[in-house]
Every structure is written in C-alpha cells, then in structure tokens.
C-alpha cells in the first residue's frame, strides 16, 4: 500500500468525508494478504520506500499470477524479475499494460509514483555476455526512479574503453559495476570515482571463474575504498541499493 494512499485515507477521516468503519475495511489487508502459497507483504512500500517484488524463479505460472494481481489491485508499482518467456506471456495477458524486458528477465507495470531521486545511476558492465545482469539491475533502477545511464563493454581488457567515458560516468551519483572473469572492472572503477559503488560479480568465465565465485572474491578483496558486493548476478540487489542511496529523503 502506498504511502500517499494511506495518508489520503487518513485525511479523509479527518475532514470526516470517510467514516472510521469504512477506512477499517480499507486497512484490513494492509500488513499482508494470504494467499495460500504465499504472504503478500502489502506493508513494505511504507517501510522501505517500494512494493514487494515477485521473484518469479521457482513459482509457477499462476502463482506469479496471482502474487502480481494481489499487488496490482492495491494500486502499487509490479516488478517481476528472472521471468521467463512464458511466465511474462502469462502476466501480458492479465496486465495488458505491464512491460516486458526480455534481456533483463524482467516484467514491470508502473502506476504509482516513484520516490524522488536525488541524481542517476550508472550502470557499467566489463563485457557484453554480462549485460543480461547489466540489465536487470539497470531495469530495477529505473522502475523504483533512477534515471539510468548505460556503459557496457567497458572491461580492463581494453581499458581506454572505460577512460573514453569518464565525464558521463562521473556524472552519475551512484556506480553499479558489473563484471565476470576475475571481476576486476569494480576496483579499477574503485579507484577513479568518488561515488557510492555497488559491485556485481556474474558467472561469465570460463571453468576457473567458479561461476563467479572468482569475481565474487576480487570484488570482496578490492583494495578500492567504497565497493561494496551484492550476490552473484544479483543486478536487483545493486539496483535497490543504488536506488535508497540515491533516494531523496
């Protein structure tokens, strides 16, 4: 439930033009609606500044179905990450409206405002096989109301790629490096900008790379102050941190 709903609501009981039982019944389902298989949390856009988000993975058609329509009906923004072809097929059919991103993975449906940020992310990957998690946390970004610059296929291997866009990247309030092989984008970034830096290893790289688990560790070593590490291939998690960084408060 979003917050202006509740202030609006409250008003209204106020002015006395919404009377104390009826704004009982619109507050019932306000901590979370029980669906059987899940809980939808309709309390975290109060808390935390955004809705839930369906992690699709995992969840049959249906259920992501029903999660999304739980959320779409109290007015709140739907965003739906790792969704596959056929699940977003599913979800287009029941909200028309909603948008479908398909490198990123993601179905979003916007009709609530955003929190006013307070400048742009960044979102820079090494190379083009990371940019499917390039994407999803660029997506994330944007849904949740960061505008988003993006600079892919910047990786050390040609470092004057990342020189070449120095200006716009400085511009940015919030950096989200992503990077596979040995990671080491996220520190080199560490050490030219004076900006917030989330960094995200992914599971591109050959058999040594431990499916990211070589770029997690360098990303975690880096000797650049100011990185910090979500999971691998974790673009929603960079994309929400960026995101209470660059809220306005």
């Known amino acids: 439930m979003r917050p202006e709903y509740v202030r609006e609501l409250l008003e209204g009981v106020r002015s006395g033009q919404i009377d104390i039982e009826a704004a009982m019944e619109e507050l019932k389902d306000l901590p979370f609606e ?24 995992g969840k049959t058609d249906d259920q992501v179905v029903a999660i999304a329509g739980s959320i779409v009906a109290r007015g709140q923004n739907l965003l739906a990450t790792r969704c596959e072809r056929r699940t977003a097929e599913a979800l287009l059919t029941s909200f028309p409206e909603a948008v479908h991103h ?43 109301g960061s505008s988003v610059e993006r600079i892919y296929d910047v990786g050390v291997a040609g470092l004057h790629r990342l020189l070449a866009r120095r200006r716009q990247i400085s511009g940015a309030r919030v950096l989200i490096v992503v990077a596979g092989m040995e990671g080491a984008l996220a520190s080199v970034v560490g050490g030219m900008f004076d900006k917030p830096i989330i960094a995200v290893p992914t599971s591109v ?26 999971n691998i291939d974790n673009g929603f998690g960079a994309a929400f941190a960026a995101a209470l960084i660059n809220r306005k408060l």
């Open 34 to 57: 029980d669906l059987g298989f899940a809980v939808v949390d309709h309390h975290r856009e109060l808390r935390s500044s955004f809705a839930e988000v369906i992690l699709c993975q």
């Open 102 to 144: 398909p490198q990123a993975r993601i179905v979003a449906f916007s009709q609530a405002p955003t929190p006013a940020m307070q400048g742009s992310v960044a979102v820079l990957c090494a190379g083009t096989a990371d940019i499917p998690v390039a994407e999803e946390a660029a997506v994330c970004a944007e849904v949740m």
């Open 205 to 230: 790289g050959y058999g040594a790379s431990f499916g990211g688990i070589a770029a997690l560790l360098t990303m975690l070593n880096s000797c650049a102050a100011g990185v910090s590490v979500v």
